[in-house]
């Protein structure tokens, strides 16, 4: 339905859309403003994805019980998974060690 702004109602009907063979999918992808394809300068602007919000998920852990469990100010952890900020050299050491052997971090800061 289509609805005017007078507040009638239009049926609008529902046409399929027609079959794409690969030329006409790259021609399409091609003229698409909003999503340019992918080219080398493209891809050294991209940001990377940080995997620290798949590492905090697979761990089943929300970001304040990752923040205390690891001791990672809960700000500082924001940043690095919304990609605000990276985490320094140091802290990706940290999180790759809690990446191995997640428990075992957990229980030597517990000491």
Request: hydrophobic fraction near 35%; avoid cysteine; charged fraction near 30%.
């Amino acid at each position: 339905m289509k609805r005017e702004p007078d507040g009638t109602e239009e049926v609008v009907p529902e046409t399929p859309l027609a079959p794409m063979n690969e030329a006409d999918i790259e021609a399409a992808a091609a003229s698409d403003l909003d999503n340019p394809p992918m080219t080398a300068e493209r891809e050294g602007q991209l940001r990377p994805m940080p995997r620290l919000k798949t590492l905090r998920r697979a761990l089943g852990l929300t970001q304040e019980e990752f923040s205390a469990r690891y001791h990672i100010p809960l700000g500082t952890l924001r940043d690095w998974e919304q990609g605000r900020s990276q985490p320094d050299q140091p802290a990706r050491a940290f999180l790759s060690v809690i990446a191995r052997a997640p428990k075992k971090v957990a229980e030597l800061l517990l000491k």
